[in-house]
């Protein structure tokens, strides 16, 4: 038990925590995409895979608390990680420090991690959290981006958030890993962007093909 204490006692094992529940999440969004992606394949296609998942309840309904367990590890250790920080240094820097290696991800994953937040409880409520004994996930989605309005704008923007958070978080993950060598780290960083770019075209490609072909 000493180094479960030793984790969550220091900066470092906070880091590691929340590297490991970052790169957990990239892994769920991906294959979360993956079965998304079936909607270009129709309707009934799209119905089956929701079916087939949806027959491994068990499975699903764990997934789906280890998800929260990590969802509630990967945000308390940001935000204290981040008070942390802000209690070291509470006056900014006069100098803009993007040149030294930031990025806008790395500049905004705080924030962009509280507007994750937001979007996801708001998914949930509008595709999860719904009577589904009287109507199907494909009309649950035809229904929201029939038109090209406030769901379909709110939906948009957060993935693209999730995309910028993401495009920090992948590579970080894995510096926070200890896998910081220069002849890797550039690598990771091109792949983190490339990941992200799929993750935010992809998911929003969703409402605008329904929208198109509705």
């Known amino acids: 038990m000493n180094w479960l204490v030793k984790t969550f ?72 990680l981040f008070l942390e920080n ?29 507007l994750i937040l937001v979007f996801v409880i708001f998914h949930l409520i509008r595709f999860r959290f719904v009577d589904k004994m009287t109507i199907n996930d494909f009309t649950i989605l035809s229904n929201t981006f029939a038109e090209f309005g406030f769901w379909t704008l709110f939906y948009i923007a957060g993935v693209i958030v999730v995309a910028v958070h993401v495009s920090h978080g992948f590579w970080s993950g894995f510096q926070t890993l200890g896998l910081n060598h220069p002849k890797y780290m550039p690598v990771l960083e091109r792949v983190g962007i490339i990941f992200s770019l799929i993750i935010g075209i992809g998911f929003a490609s969703i409402p605008v093909f329904l929208f198109v072909s509705l």
């Open 9 to 80: 006692s220091s900066s470092i094992g906070k880091k590691q925590v929340q590297a490991v529940t970052g790169l957990l999440f990239c892994l769920f969004v991906a294959v979360h995409l993956m079965g998304n992606l079936t909607i270009y394949a129709g309707k009934e296609s799209f119905l089956s895979y929701v079916d087939h998942l949806h027959s491994f309840e068990a499975l699903v309904t764990v997934a789906e608390f280890g998800l929260i367990f990590f969802a509630v590890l990967h945000i308390g250790m940001g935000l204290y």
């Open 86 to 114: 802000r209690r070291a240094r509470p006056v900014a820097y006069a100098v803009d420090k993007s040149a030294g290696g930031r990025t806008i991800g790395s500049r905004t994953a705080p924030y962009t991690g509280a």
